[in-house]
């Protein structure tokens, strides 16, 4: 019972860590680039009690839009990088 507690935290933990390895990559990468801020928001439909999964379709959303934004293209959900 109390692992079940625990588990979505570890998630949000690994999630984070990932997040912050990506942007390392991206800024290492584009060195030589000036800095771009972007604000940008995401959004899913909640189905039944499912909240946590609405939150974690709407951040990944959110993070799409900002690479598009960033970027300036438009990324397929089923691209490769």
């Known amino acids: 019972m109390k692992n079940n507690k625990i588990l979505p935290h570890i998630v949000s933990v690994l999630f984070v860590l990932s997040l912050y390895t990506v942007f390392f990559v991206f800024s290492q990468a584009w060195a030589g680039e000036e800095e771009k801020e972007v604000i940008v928001d995401g959004s899913a439909p909640i189905f039944g009690k499912n909240i946590e999964g609405a939150r974690n379709k709407a951040i990944k959303d959110a993070l799409r839009n900002a690479v598009?934004?960033?970027v300036g293209t438009l990324m397929d959900a089923?691209?490769?990088?």
Do not use: V
């Open 78 to 81: 089923d691209s490769i990088l």
């Open 68 to 70: 598009e934004q960033g």
